[in-house]
């Protein structure tokens, strides 16, 4: 700790160096700060990361992979990021009352006709991006975990399982 007087007003003032503080330039900064005698400065620490954050993973070599052999039509790219949003904890596409997406809802989302948003739906699924469970005569959409991920990174395997299984009931 040193002395160093203000220029501007003649006042003395205690200059504290650490390595601690950064204000992500590389000029200097000159700060004021008002401690009471006997305080203390404590450097700021970051908050580590909590599990109440709400966050989808989309794994960046699979991906990478579809844009680099123009594998998605821009329907397809369209539809896959658009329901992107409302992926479930399970892996299923649901919406904020946790009703499952199906052709409908997905084509009510996109503004398109049934048709064209099934076409694109099937066409997902032939490429392995999208799998069905059916339920009646409805089938409702999942998303493949190994493209595109929400939940706790210890329950991807038994996601993937999942996945793989769906399809295979779906052949």
């Given amino acids: 700790m040193s002395n ?18 950064r204000n992500g330039t590389d000029q200097p900064i000159t700060v004021a ?14 908050r580590k ?12 070599g699979s991906t990478r992979e579809l844009v680099r052999s ?28 946790a009703f499952f997406f199906n052709v409908n809802r997905a084509a009510e989302l996109m503004g398109w006709s049934r048709h064209r948003c ?4 099937e066409s997902l699924r032939s490429k392995r991006l999208v ?18 991920y929400r939940g706790d990174t210890a329950s991807l395997a038994a996601a993937v399982r999942l996945f793989e299984q769906a399809a295979e009931d779906d052949e």
């Fill in 4 to 21: 160093v007087i203000n220029t501007q007003t003649g006042e003395i003032i205690d200059e504290v160096t650490s390595g601690s503080f």
């Fill in 33 to 46: 700060l008002e401690i009471k005698p006997g305080e203390t400065v404590k450097p700021f620490k970051a």
């Fill in 49 to 60: 990361f909590s599990k109440t954050h709400d966050f989808t993973m989309v794994f960046h």
């Fill in 70 to 97: 123009k594998a998605l039509a821009d329907d397809e790219k369209a539809v896959l990021f658009s329901l992107l949003i409302y992926l479930d904890y399970d892996q299923y596409v649901k919406d904020e009352d």
């Fill in 118 to 121: 099934g076409r694109v739906l």
């Fill in 131 to 148: 799998g069905t469970t059916t339920i009646g005569r409805a089938k409702y959409y999942m998303l493949n975990p190994t493209f595109i």
